[in-house]
């Protein structure tokens, strides 16, 4: 589920539009917010996915009891699961070529 999220944030403008409505929740600029804004900016960003499969991955990312969330650390996640997922996609399409 990680690495269909991660796929998905590597086109077009989705991962942008992500990290910049995590920026917009945090003021701080600490790299965390709310745990609501944080599922409220993934649900909004990540349209591939069932909102239930979402909702389990981002559950099992952000704690109910934590009110913070550090989105930093769960877009290098995605992003580094997403880059895998893309190398082997494009390793089995050069194979079939």
């Known amino acids: 589920m990680i690495r269909s999220v991660g796929e998905q944030l590597l086109v077009g403008s ?4 992500l990290q910049q409505s995590f920026r917009m929740a945090d003021p701080s600029h600490s790299g965390a917010c709310q745990r609501d804004e944080f599922l409220n900016s993934a649900f909004d960003a990540v349209r591939g996915l069932k909102p239930a499969d979402l909702m389990k ?4 990312f952000a704690d109910e009891y934590d009110e913070m969330v550090s989105y930093s650390d769960f877009l290098r996640l995605v992003e580094r699961q997403g880059q895998v997922g893309g190398l082997e996609y494009h390793q089995q399409q050069m194979a079939i070529s």
Not at 14 to 17: F, N, R, Y
Request: proline share 0%.
């Open 14 to 17: 989705a991962k942008w539009d």
């Open 57 to 60: 991955l981002l559950m099992a």
